[in-house]
């Protein structure tokens, strides 16, 4: 076992907790008006922009967690089985949840999750050839 990729990987699944965590605690439970997704804009945010940012801080986190994964699977000995193919499932599920993130926050009406939505289908087809 790699312990330097293997420390790497535990420091970037614990940012990323961090990172929702602080993020929720200091700054999106002041914007929540009792909801899941906060919207309450004031003065430079509408509650778009909230949302948006909302769902593009927890997505950070989701692709930090990929990294983790990715990092973690690079620190074990060699398996036999394909790297690439934990790697490209990695990218998949990090633009699967990040799409519905942005989808469910937005209410659909930020394209970004179309864009993150077509990563991942482009990925699980390429996985398929």
């Given at each position: 076992m790699n312990k330097y990729?293997?420390?790497a990987?535990?420091?970037?699944?614990?940012?990323?907790?961090?990172?929702?965590?602080?993020?929720?605690?200091f700054i999106f439970n002041r914007l929540r008006w009792g909801h899941v997704v906060p919207s309450n804009g004031t003065g430079l945010l509408q509650g778009r922009h909230v949302r948006i940012l909302w769902a593009s801080w927890h997505a950070?986190?989701?692709f930090g967690w990929c990294i983790a994964a990715v990092l973690f699977w690079?620190?074990?000995?060699?398996?036999?089985?394909n790297q690439a193919t934990l790697i490209e499932s990695a990218i998949v599920v990090a633009s699967l949840?990040?799409?519905?993130?942005?989808?469910?926050?937005?209410?659909?009406?930020?394209?970004?999750?179309?864009?993150?939505?077509?990563i991942a289908i482009c990925v699980w087809i390429?996985?398929?050839n």
């Open positions: 990729l293997f420390i990987a535990f420091v970037a699944f614990l940012v990323g907790l961090a990172h929702s965590v602080l993020g929720e605690k950070l986190t989701v690079l620190s074990l000995p060699l398996t036999g089985q949840v990040s799409s519905a993130l942005v989808c469910f926050a937005t209410r659909g009406r930020h394209l970004g999750w179309l864009g993150l939505m077509a390429s996985r398929m």
